[in-house]
T-cell receptor, first 111, second 118 residues
Framework: QQPVQSPQAVILREGEDAVINCSSSKALYSVHWYRQKHGEAPVFLMILLKGGEQKGHDKISASFNEKKQQSSLYLTASQLSYSGTYFCGTEMLQAGTALIFGKGTTLSVSS | DTAVSQTPKYLVTQMGNDKSIKCEQNLGHDTMYWYKQDSKKFLKIMFSYNNKELIINETVPNRFSPKSPDKAHLNLHINSLELGDSAVYFC?????????????????FGEGSWLTVV
């Protein structure tokens, strides 16, 4: 089941904040966040694990509410380099660590 | 050194042709994947292999055939290409976590192969 991301798009000026949400109708064991710039591969940002452990980026924070099956990515004091499409991914309940990704949130930061 | 590398990066071909995309990872990972990203940027898993064994096949047409000669390589062969196959194909890899969820394993993507079918 594909996670649902909101909003679909965000337009910011440098220095502004943004929140991107990711929710699932199924139990979440972990949430993985990626950023993809135009014409490039998705790049790992952060992973949030059930139980509260967080691994990843030190300039971007995130939360994981296991009961609500939601995660939020917080981008504070945005920079031009934050522009791109953000994807959240959740684990498929099969062998391996395959992720199902949401449809993405496009963030545009201008000066 | 590129951790996950794919070739070719760009591929333009005619309908009906057969083409292959190659992928290699030097991260020592056991699991490799193929993802397809369409024009709407939807990133969808196609296949997952663990140490040469097929783990996931997400209802992909059988014109698509992955082949893993060893755990560091996962190639994608596509027969009888159709216009709808035009997309970016990403190879990726991760440590194998078995059936365990919440492992914390991260997926690393290759740079992508842009396939255009005309």
């Amino acid at each position: 089941q594909q996670p649902v991301q909101s909003p679909q798009a965000v337009i910011l000026r440098e220095g502004e904040d943004a929140v991107i949400n990711c929710s699932s109708s199924k139990a979440l064991y972990s949430v993985h966040w990626y950023r993809q710039k135009h014409g490039e591969a998705p790049v790992f940002l952060m992973i949030l694990l059930k139980g509260g452990e967080q691994k990843g980026h030190d300039k971007i924070s995130a939360s994981f509410n296991e009961k609500k099956q939601q995660s939020s990515l917080y981008l504070t004091a945005s920079q031009l380099s934050y522009s791109g499409t953000y994807f959240c991914g959740t684990e498929m309940l099969q062998a391996g660590t395959a992720l199902i990704f949401g449809k993405g949130t496009t963030l545009s930061v201008s000066s | 050194d590129t951790a996950v590398s794919q070739t070719p990066k760009y591929l333009v071909t005619q309908m009906g042709n057969d083409k292959s995309i190659k992928c290699e990872q030097n991260l020592g990972h056991d699991t490799m994947y193929w993802y397809k990203q369409d024009s709407k940027k939807f990133l969808k898993i196609m296949f997952s292999y663990n140490n040469k064994e097929l783990i996931i096949n997400e209802t992909v047409p059988n014109r698509f055939s992955p082949k893993s000669p060893d755990k560091a390589h996962l190639n994608l062969h596509i027969n009888s290409l159709e216009l709808g196959d035009s997309a970016v194909y990403f190879c990726a890899s991760s440590q194998f976590s078995g059936a365990k969820v919440n492992s914390g394993n991260t997926i690393y993507f290759g740079e992508g192969s842009w396939l255009t079918v005309v």
